[in-house]
């Protein structure tokens, strides 16, 4: 079986889920990668064999969407030619990972795919929105990687299509224990938006990973790390 396996790669979230996964699917047969985006920092250790500017997800620095920077990045007439040329039709499974030229790609050449991952679960209604909608927000959830099956990852299985997160093996043969403080990841956050919030908790000892740290240091019940992938392995 070959396997075409497209990426979003604005974050680590959707690289960290195929580098747990590739080991599996290799066992299946000859995968492909396509990488689309260029806001993530890890460093996969599968082969890419595709690659594309393709339509990155920019955020604004307390973590939303950023709309206007999206839509000033979108090269129509590019991720059409991308569509048209990419070869998918070499293949006999495509997964998709939240990415939209894979996604217009299947549409044009009229082939199944399958959307796979934590945006697929908002496909149904019965995954739990924010009490103030986000009319747009809903729409990219809907559109931006259409699929003709979708396979949902979410904390609990709000539908049948739905299961539990890919959580990396360090993690599940780990011994869980209590080292008497929180880790935080959240990089698409700016310091800024969390400070404040964070030290007011005076009780809670906090782990923060920030990518714009160069050293660690010490402030408050907040001790910060720079964020790369070998110290969070090691600490956690």
């Given at each position: 079986m070959k396997i075409f396996y497209a990426i979003?790669?604005?974050?680590?979230?959707?690289?960290?889920?195929?580098?747990?996964?590739?080991?599996?699917?290799?066992?299946?047969?000859?995968?492909d990668f396509f990488v689309s985006g260029n806001n993530a920092s890890l460093?996969?250790?599968?082969?890419?064999?595709y690659k594309s500017k393709g339509v990155s997800l920019q955020y604004s620095t307390c973590g939303g969407l950023d709309y206007l920077s999206i839509l000033k990045g979108i090269r129509v007439p590019s991720l059409v030619r991308e569509a048209l040329q990419l070869p998918i039709k070499n293949y006999?499974?495509?997964?998709?990972?939240?990415e939209c030229v894979t996604s217009m790609a299947c549409l044009i050449q009229k082939l199944p795919s399958v959307q796979?991952?934590?945006?697929?679960?908002?496909?149904?209604p019965n995954t739990p929105r924010?009490?103030?909608?986000?009319?747009?927000?809903?729409?990219?959830?809907?559109?931006?990687?259409?699929?003709?099956?979708?396979?949902?990852?979410?904390?609990?299985?709000?539908d049948d299509y739905i299961f539990p997160p890919v959580i990396k093996d360090i993690f599940l043969?780990?011994?869980?224990?209590?080292?008497?403080?929180?880790?935080?990841?959240?990089?698409?956050?700016?310091?800024?938006?969390?400070?404040?919030?964070?030290?007011?908790?005076?009780d809670i000892e906090f782990h923060w990973f920030l990518p714009e740290i160069v050293n660690s240091y010490r402030k408050g019940t907040l001790l910060i790390f720079r964020f790369f992938r070998s110290c969070l392995m090691k600490v956690y």
């Open positions: 979003q790669a604005t974050g680590n979230g959707h690289l960290s889920r195929a580098t747990q996964l590739y080991p599996y699917l290799k066992k299946m047969g000859e995968v460093n996969v250790p599968f082969p890419v064999k006999d499974m495509v997964i998709n990972d939240f796979f991952g934590h945006q697929a679960s908002f496909k149904s924010p009490e103030k909608e986000d009319a747009l927000g809903e729409w990219i959830f809907k559109n931006y990687a259409r699929s003709t099956q979708y396979l949902g990852l979410h904390f609990q299985e709000y043969k780990s011994e869980p224990s209590d080292h008497g403080h929180v880790t935080i990841y959240l990089p698409a956050y700016e310091k800024s938006c969390l400070l404040e919030t964070l030290q007011s908790m005076k």
